[in-house]
């Protein structure tokens, strides 16, 4: 990327000094909520400290209105306001509410899930109304916009179409699940992997929306190198790097850890309890082990497929497991920093919570290449297992576990190593490289 300035605005490059004037779509924003309200709050507000920011924000979910405008007050009200850091809220326009409001009776019919198209409609009617709130702010007034969340690709927002500097990122959900590991939830999980599938590749190939925000864009976050690719298949510029969605909590106080060789080896694993987390693979590579009673289980969370998964642990006889159910997020926390390693079986999400949780809290992370897990999840913190179908990862499970009791020492070179890459993917480390990124753009 050429660094001379150019004379049209969306060639601009500016001293690294300087503080810019940013504008951020961040549709989830609040502090007071994770997912991607979390990566809302805690990269803006950071931001605020490079440049001077403002961000436009939904004043709540559809159908809950003032949610995160009310969680935002209270914040500022309690701690004061965030310097150099604007908010302006945008409400959700009439048609994003009647997406919604159809949205929730379908929910009656479909275990609380909803159609993913409804809600996707409705957040496209907020970008337009987010879009027509920047051109009344004053598009003269910024020197870049930013567009950060959702993370999905699905729906880019309009920045891209001001014709000032854009940044995206981070941006996931292209990821698409192998047959293989599709149909291991049954013909419901196939069902939907195939769909999902198929629109993804319908999307990635021909949205216009798509392939202008790419093509418009000074610099694109993936949250995974195989969305990286992706992207860079639909752009003549090398301008895509990859950037895990999420960050260790910042309370966590990790240690590093020490494996007794004359105590079980307690394992973690967490998530919502769906075909998707997995955990099967898990049970039967547990099931393998010669020495089971060298390890203590630990399961977090319930779900549709808590009682098919308990079913299967009795079937097996795995008598070492404790099903913990539902926690709440701060006794989950307290319970997985107990353990020694966190086992994470996840084949579709861009970079699990979790793991980002037990890298801070010095933990050494077992999961698959694949998703976000593969960039957040390096040899000096974690053992990955190959990607490749139910049987590899059973028996990769089996032979990692089995490596760390028979290597007691590699939890504490691992657990340091894992409190190592929770600094390289804190909130703060994420920042910098954004405010690099608008310098250099």
């Not at 910024?142 to 000032?164: C, E, K, N």
């Not at 769909?195 to 392939?211: D, K, V, W």
């Not at 099931?287 to 009673?293: A, C, N, P, Y």
């Not at 590699?410 to 954004?434: M, T």
Request: hydrophobic share 40%; charged share 20%.
């Amino acid at each position: 990327m050429k660094n001379d300035a150019l004379t049209d605005n969306h060639s601009k490059t500016f001293p690294a000094h300087k503080r810019l004037r940013v504008l951020i779509s961040a549709h989830e924003f609040s502090p007071e909520r994770g997912s991607e309200c979390a990566v809302g709050w805690n990269i803006v507000t950071r931001l605020a400290q490079h440049h001077d920011v403002t961000v436009l924000c939904a004043d709540g979910p559809a159908l809950y209105s003032n949610a995160y405008y009310d969680e935002v007050t209270n914040y500022f009200n309690l701690h004061g306001e965030v310097p150099n850091l604007r908010v302006v809220y945008v409400r959700q326009p009439s048609i994003t509410l009647r997406y919604a409001r159809i949205n929730r009776k379908l929910m009656k019919f479909t275990r609380g899930i909803g159609w993913q198209a409804l809600y996707y409609m409705g957040l496209d009617g907020w970008h337009r109304a987010a879009l027509q709130k920047a051109k009344k702010l004053g598009l003269d007034n910024f020197d870049l916009v930013h567009q950060l969340t959702p993370i999905s690709f699905l729906r880019p927002g309009y920045l891209w179409a001001t014709g000032l500097p854009f940044f995206w990122g981070p941006v996931g959900g292209m990821f698409t699940v192998p047959f293989d590991f599709a149909r291991i939830g049954g013909l419901s999980s196939l069902v939907f992997e195939t769909i999902r599938s198929g629109n993804i590749a319908l999307r990635t190939r021909l949205s216009g929306r798509f392939s202008s925000a790419i093509q418009a864009a000074k610099h694109i976050w993936a949250v995974s190198e195989n969305e990286a690719k992706i992207i860079n298949r639909k752009s003549t510029a090398s301008k895509v790097s990859t950037m895990v969605d999420t960050a260790p909590p910042p309370e966590i106080n990790g240690y590093v850890r020490h494996f007794n060789i004359n105590a079980p080896l307690r394992i973690c694993w967490a998530g919502r309890h769906e075909a998707s987390k997995a955990l099967p693979l898990v049970l039967r590579a547990i099931d393998l082990l010669e020495e089971k009673e060298r390890i203590m289980v630990d399961i977090l969370g319930e779900g549709r497929e808590t009682e098919r998964w308990q079913f299967l642990a009795k079937k097996l006889s795995l008598r070492n497991i404790t099903w913990h159910g539902l926690l709440t997020y701060h006794k989950a926390l307290q319970t997985m920093g107990q353990s020694d390693i966190l086992v994470h079986s996840s084949f579709r999400e861009a970079a699990s919570m979790v793991v980002l949780e037990a890298l801070g809290w010095g933990m050494p992370v077992i999961c698959h290449d694949a998703c976000g897990m593969a960039v957040a999840v390096d040899d000096t913190c974690g053992i990955k297992i190959p990607f490749r179908n139910p049987d590899q990862s059973i028996k990769g499970f089996h032979d990692a576990i089995k490596k760390i009791l028979d290597n007691p020492g590699l939890v504490k070179h691992l657990s340091k190593g894992a409190l190592h890459r929770a600094a390289e993917l804190s909130w703060d480390a994420k920042v910098q490289e954004i405010a690099q990124a608008y310098a250099c753009g």
